[in-house]
């Protein structure tokens, strides 16, 4: 067994698979398919089966569980099932929802179908549907949704596409849903190589790893003592160290060596996923797990519009994403299974959206729409002159308030990336109802069209130039950081030697390493963060996370931080302004105090906020927030200032704030 294995000839075999995935030349070599003669084989559907439908294209088969609608099968590439065959069918790749009713405890739902239909059947595709239909006398089992849950295999793709829609009818129950997905559990004893990016990849712990090593702070978490691969011993393992932004999660997957094989999750659009192009999320981790979320409280908590009230409608569909199969010979490199993965899933963002599923509910190109125009940013502060919104993150998603879609999950979202002249094209839009948002790199603030703008089949609406005046009273008299929603530029320690992830040794993404907020106390251990305006950097004097103290026995208190800063000329002539922008909040309450640490009540507090939980799940942001505070000039000396920042709440280590942007404005120039 490979646990014997690798306990047998330790590090040695550690670094001879190490060297086969990074292979012994730096030819490029493409990938090889030994089944590749067998693409124009037509798509085969058996249904002979009582328990069992099966789809064949002579690259995958896909063996599907009747009538639940479970993927219990992958055959491919003389491995029987690529699947854990040792877990139970229902147990392998599944669809399932987080739901509760209002008060009551969260349970997953699996979504077991109850109904079989062939959708349509010919050489050159097959797409079948697993249904399962919701009543009243159901209510408290199972989540209160109509299901249709499909699967395609076409003619020539190594592999299976696969999506769902849901449905609410008028009048049903309260419900709350925390989590959609789609989950595939790989076969252990193959698969031990995960990739999520070109710079996040490496060989995983098994699970039994988990099982026998250390707990930490919180259950995802563990320190790897004994682990079957020793190399891997003294490193942490934590799911959501792998977490990315829903727009990098495009591919991701796992690669057996024996035989070279990947499986990959590819996922050509963001349509339906929840809270913007921004948001983190889940990809992969060990089991071997591959996910496919499509909707999550993940680094933004409750504040998602996850609840459904008042016997609210509802419909959406999910997907489709494209599970993806590849080899090599035994001869080329493994990670070639990766770059073509990559090439994969291009061709699949330019085909979307997809012309081949059956369901009306998923419009073809033909039946949606495009807006495109120009936004330009007016500061007078800055230039005189518009200026372009230079890489503007432009979207569209459901009417509601200034930067309501980063809270949404219910509807759909478009976005695109402005180019240098902040030009934007958003195309493919499904007809319907929309508020045009953008925010802005290097911009404060959220941007918010004032009309509502509707999308209907072959339209192309051209909305000219827009101009977004961001949050603005005065001048700038100085600045803490880079307003672009995440406190990544500013200090993050190492972590400790004991609990780090080898694989954000030296990596741009050093947040994602555990325990960091711990480092806090050890770098300030007598006196709290102190910041000098004009003589401190962000970059190696603003520590990243605004934590509590840590005092000993599970016990912490709050912290305060100080900005110093001089004004060698007070303005009486009008107030100032402070413009404090965060990248995320947990159980949080900021007090904002000038030159008086005991001012009570304090000169402003957000009050309680935050569910992000980005401390613990290594996210560098979570949910922006700006809050723009009146500063009266009797608050301010001319001279020496200082602003205490406190940060009040204090019953765990994970209680926090991350600072996005903070700027100091004078009274407004007439």
């Known amino acids: 067994m490979e646990k014997v294995r690798w306990k047998r000839k330790g590090s040695l075999v550690a670094a001879l698979l190490l060297m086969f995935f990074i292979?012994?030349?730096?030819?490029?070599?493409?990938?090889?398919?030994?089944?590749?003669?067998?693409?124009?084989?037509?798509?085969?559907?058996?249904?002979?089966?009582?328990?069992?439908?099966?789809?064949?294209?002579?690259?995958?088969?896909?063996?599907?569980?009747?009538?639940?609608?479970?993927?219990?099968?992958?055959?491919?590439?003389?491995?029987?099932?690529?699947?854990?065959?040792?877990?139970?069918?229902?147990?392998?790749?599944?669809?399932?929802?987080?739901?509760?009713?209002?008060?009551?405890?969260?349970?997953?739902?699996?979504?077991?179908?109850?109904?079989?239909?062939?959708?349509?059947?010919?050489?050159?595709?097959?797409?079948?549907?697993?249904?399962?239909?919701?009543?009243?006398?159901?209510?408290?089992?199972?989540?209160?949704?109509?299901?249709?849950?499909?699967?395609?295999?076409?003619?020539?793709?190594?592999?299976?596409?696969?999506?769902a829609i849901m449905e609410r009818k008028e009048g049903w129950p309260d419900v709350d849903m925390d989590q959609i997905r789609a989950v595939f559990k790989l076969q252990q004893n193959k698969f031990h190589f995960m990739a999520i990016s070109n710079d996040r990849q490496r060989i995983m712990p098994m699970p039994e790893d988990r099982a026998t090593g250390q707990p930490l702070a919180y259950p995802e978490a563990v320190l790897l003592t004994d682990p079957i691969n020793p190399d891997l011993r003294g490193e942490v393992d934590d799911k959501y160290q792998y977490s990315s932004e829903d727009k990098d999660i495009r591919v991701h997957g796992w690669i057996s060596s024996d035989p070279p094989v990947g499986f990959w999750m590819i996922t050509p659009s963001d349509e339906f996923r929840s809270g913007g192009p921004n948001k983190q999320d889940l990809t992969s981790h060990v089991g071997p797990v591959v996910l496919s979320m499509f909707t999550s409280t993940h680094y933004a908590g409750k504040e998602i519009n996850t609840e459904f009230r008042n016997g609210e409608p509802?419909?959406?569909?999910?997907?489709?994403?494209?599970?993806?199969?590849?080899?090599?010979?035994?001869?080329?490199?493994?990670?070639?299974?990766?770059?073509?993965?990559?090439?994969?899933?291009?061709?699949?963002?330019?085909?979307?959206?997809?012309?081949?599923?059956?369901?009306?509910?998923?419009?073809?190109?033909?039946?949606?729409?495009?807006?495109?125009?120009?936004?330009?940013?007016?500061?007078?502060?800055?230039?005189?002159?518009?200026?372009?919104?230079?890489?503007?993150?432009?979207?569209?998603?459901?009417?509601?308030?200034?930067?309501?879609?980063?809270?949404?999950?219910k509807g759909y979202q478009f976005w695109t990336k402005a180019n240098k002249r902040g030009y934007f094209s958003i195309k493919n839009v499904r007809q319907g109802d929309y508020n045009l948002y953008a925010w802005v790199p290097g911009i404060v603030g959220d941007y918010q069209y004032s009309a509502n703008i509707t999308v209907r089949a072959g339209s192309n609406i051209n909305l000219g130039v827009l101009v977004y005046e961001p949050p603005r009273k005065g001048p700038t008299l100085w600045e803490i950081g880079i307003p672009d929603r995440s406190a990544a530029e500013f200090f993050v320690p190492d972590p400790y030697p004991t609990l780090a992830n080898q694989l954000y040794t030296n990596h741009p993404e050093k947040f994602r390493q555990y325990g960091l907020w711990e480092r806090y106390v050890d770098l300030y251990r007598n006196d709290d963060l102190e910041y000098t305006v004009g003589d401190g950097y962000h970059a190696k004097d603003w520590f990243f996370a605004h934590v509590t103290r840590d005092v000993g026995n599970r016990t912490y208190k709050p912290t305060t931080w100080r900005i110093i800063f001089e004004l060698k000329h007070l303005n009486n002539n009008g107030h100032y302004t402070l413009q404090l922008a965060l990248a995320s909040a947990t159980d949080s309450d900021l007090h904002v105090r000038f030159n008086n640490p005991n001012a009570d009540p304090p000169h402003f507090a957000t009050g309680t906020i935050g569910r992000d939980n980005a401390i613990a799940r290594h996210g560098i942001h979570g949910l922006y927030r700006l809050y723009s505070i009146d500063v009266p000039t009797v608050l301010l000396n001319g001279g020496k200032n200082t602003i205490y920042l406190t940060q009040s709440r204090s019953r765990s280590p994970f209680q926090g704030v991350l600072y996005d942007y903070i700027r100091l404005e004078g009274p407004p120039k007439t």
């Open 314 to 409: 509802w419909k959406k569909v999910f997907g489709p994403a494209l599970v993806y199969l590849n080899s090599v010979s035994s001869e080329e490199k493994p990670l070639n299974l990766w770059e073509d993965a990559k090439r994969q899933m291009m061709v699949e963002v330019r085909k979307w959206p997809y012309n081949f599923p059956e369901s009306v509910d998923f419009p073809k190109r033909n039946q949606r729409g495009g807006v495109f125009g120009q936004l330009r940013v007016h500061d007078r502060y800055i230039s005189n002159r518009l200026m372009w919104a230079d890489s503007a993150y432009v979207g569209l998603a459901a009417p509601g308030g200034v930067g309501s879609w980063e809270r949404d999950s």
């Open 23 to 163: 292979g012994v030349s730096s030819e490029k070599i493409p990938v090889s398919n030994p089944r590749e003669l067998k693409t124009s084989l037509g798509v085969q559907l058996n249904t002979k089966h009582r328990r069992l439908v099966v789809m064949d294209n002579g690259l995958v088969q896909v063996t599907l569980s009747n009538p639940e609608g479970e993927v219990v099968g992958i055959k491919y590439n003389d491995i029987d099932n690529v699947l854990e065959t040792q877990n139970e069918e229902d147990n392998r790749g599944y669809w399932d929802v987080v739901w509760y009713e209002p008060e009551k405890q969260g349970s997953y739902d699996k979504l077991i179908a109850t109904d079989f239909k062939v959708i349509m059947q010919d050489e050159n595709q097959v797409e079948v549907s697993f249904t399962r239909t919701w009543n009243i006398s159901l209510r408290g089992s199972l989540a209160p949704l109509n299901v249709d849950k499909r699967y395609i295999m076409r003619r020539g793709v190594s592999g299976f596409y696969f999506y």
